[in-house]
Each structure stands twice: as C-alpha cells, then as structure tokens.
Nanobody, 121 residues
Framework: QVQLVESGGGLVQAGGSLRLSCAAS????????MGWYRQAPGKQRELVAAVTSGGSTNYADSVKGRFTISRDNAKNTIYLQMNSLKPEDTAVYYC???????????????WGQGTQVTVSS
C-alpha cells in the first residue's frame, strides 16, 4: 500500500504565504504524478497543481503566478508554495499520488488525509 502524509496547513492573513508538504511512502515502484486538490465548503474538489515524474507542471488558472509546486524525487515528496494568499484560497487541501506498486501493477490513486488552509481577510 501507499501512504501519504501531509503537513503545513494553517491560518494566515490575506497576502501571506504557506508551504504544504506531502510525502509518499510504502510499496512504491514508481510515481506517475503527484499533486494537490482543494475543496471549499459547499464546492466541488478542484485540482490546484500537479507535477509529473518528468517534471511537467499544471496549475489551476486561479493560482497561476501565486502557487508553485515542486518535487523531491529522492524523498517522494512534493511541496506547494502558496504566496499572495486570498480568502478564496480557504479550503481543505488534499494531496494525491498516482503510483505503481510493482512493475506489473495497475496504477494506484491515493488521497492524503487533507490539511486545512484558512486565509483571513
């Protein structure tokens, strides 16, 4: 099995910064991609940012220029640097990983437990 451990959420004032971390561990053969989704109260979960094994990144339009996703392949860890935070960024942020657990396995998709980010105005 693959496990994810997230950290770095919290309360920050508008205009401030936070850095989220997500570490994958367990039975990992290779990772296809990792990233972050978020879900605000009453809204659907949306993709925030993702990074592939090759280093390609993808961002939601609402966070482009403010958030940066990075990856430490040796540690199977990703980071989300969030700058210029806005109240509308308030949500539970969920890390995910797409990984193979062996050479012949199907691709597994695993969610983290979520971490709360609250931006006050």
């Amino acid at each position: 099995q693959v496990q994810l451990v997230e950290s770095g959420g919290g309360l920050v004032q508008a205009g401030g910064s936070l850095r989220l971390s997500c570490a994958a561990s367990g039975n990992i053969f290779s990772i296809n991609s990792m990233g972050w989704y978020r879900q605000a109260p009453g809204k659907q979960r949306e993709l925030v940012a993702a990074v592939t094994s090759g280093g390609s990144t993808n961002y939601a339009d609402s966070v482009k220029g403010r958030f940066t996703i990075s990856r430490d392949n040796a540690k199977n860890t990703i980071y989300l640097q969030m700058n210029s935070l806005k109240p509308e960024d308030t949500a539970v942020y969920y890390c995910y990983v797409e990984a193979y657990t062996s050479r012949y396995s199907l691709l597994s998709f695993v969610w983290g437990q979520g971490t709360q980010v609250t931006v006050s105005s």
